[in-house]
């Protein structure tokens, strides 16, 4: 009796699971998010390479600097990069007398000798770029509520995020679609995560900067140029990274080539069971 029950009870679910996948589901309504969201663009980017393969590119010095200009005219007053020491900027071609300049013109925090007490001084080539605001509460109450992010590794941080940079920051020209609701106080953007953003359009027109090089600023040409910096400031190892391994790769297929010639050396004399039955 026990048996049949049990052999009942299995029969019960087996044929209720049965039907619910037979079942048809109710219809999901799209996501409008997913629906209007928008993949960064592509662009050939210099540090990629021929067809942004990945390999034998190089920063474009020019681009790195003027990249680094758009970033403190523009960007730095919301966004900090306190992962990068004045110093780094050596990399990108800034001479030690312009890095020292660079760096007098900020005030990091320090310790009174005298008094033992927190105080401020100007910042050295050895000091890293100082924090925007000093704690989340205060970037939140200077930004209305946002928290602006530290942009050292934000193309790190982000999918695609060389493209994701220099989309985010020339899309909110793009109209809302039809229906969608922009609430006070946010923009539309295709390219962030949630449609609306809180950031104004930082490049809200040509020529906001004035270029040492004579390079004319437009609104995409100071994306761009920003966008590669941040690219920078996430892996300033890129070049030397790509080295190594093109170096690493070449290093293999020596070796290979020595170890295919030296079996072929060693078992010249070694006849195969053919070659003796033959003899």
Same mark, same amino acid.
Request: aromatic content about 12%; cysteine-free.
């Given at each position: 009796m026990i048996r049949l029950g049990a052999l009942g009870a299995g029969l019960f679910f087996v044929l209720a699971l049965m039907l619910g996948v037979v079942q048809p589901r109710d219809a999901v309504a799209p996501d409008p998010v997913e629906e209007h969201h &928008?993949? $960064?663009?592509?662009v050939e980017w210099s540090f990629?390479?021929?067809?942004?393969?990945?390999?034998?590119?190089t920063f474009d010095r020019a681009q790195l600097q003027r990249g680094f200009q758009v970033y403190k005219e523009v960007c730095s007053a919301c966004h900090s990069i306190n992962r990068v020491a004045f110093r780094d900027l050596a990399a990108i071609g800034f001479s030690p007398a312009e890095i020292k300049a660079l760096a007098a013109q900020y005030e990091v925090a320090s310790i009174d000798d005298k008094t033992g007490e927190a105080a401020?001084?100007?910042?050295?080539?050895?000091?890293?770029?100082?924090?925007?605001?000093p704690n989340e509460a205060a970037a939140r109450a200077a930004q209305n509520g946002a928290l602006p992010p530290d942009l050292s590794l934000i193309t790190k941080?982000?999918?695609? !995020? %060389?493209?994701y940079v220099h989309s /985010?920051?020339? !899309?909110?020209?793009?109209?809302? $679609?039809?229906?969608? %609701?922009?609430? @006070? !106080? /946010?923009?539309?953007? $295709?390219?962030? *995560?949630?449609?609306?953003?809180?950031?104004?359009? $930082?490049? *809200? *027109? @040509?020529?906001?900067?004035?270029?040492? @090089? !004579?390079?004319?600023? %437009?609104?995409?040409?100071?994306?761009?140029?920003?966008?590669?910096? +941040? %690219?920078?400031?996430?892996?300033? &190892? +890129?070049?030397?990274? &790509?080295?190594?391994?093109?170096?690493?790769?070449?290093?293999?297929?020596?070796?290979? +080539?020595?170890?295919?010639?030296?079996?072929r050396r060693v078992w010249a004399d070694v006849k195969g069971p053919k070659a003796v039955a033959a003899e």
């Open positions: &928008k993949h $960064p663009q592509k990629n390479g021929p067809g942004n393969l990945g390999i034998f590119g401020t001084r100007k910042a050295t080539p050895a000091d890293k770029f100082p924090l925007i605001y941080a982000r999918e695609d !995020g %060389t493209n /985010l920051l020339t !899309g909110y020209d793009e109209a809302p $679609p039809k229906g969608w %609701t922009v609430l @006070d !106080g /946010l923009y539309y953007n $295709p390219y962030f *995560a949630s449609l609306n953003i809180k950031m104004p359009p $930082p490049l *809200a *027109a @040509d020529d906001q900067v004035t270029y040492a @090089d !004579g390079t004319k600023a %437009t609104r995409d040409q100071m994306a761009k140029d920003v966008a590669v910096f +941040l %690219t920078w400031t996430a892996e300033p &190892k +890129l070049e030397a990274r &790509k080295e190594t391994g093109v170096a690493a790769v070449i290093f293999l297929l020596i070796l290979t +080539l020595l170890g295919y010639l030296s079996y």
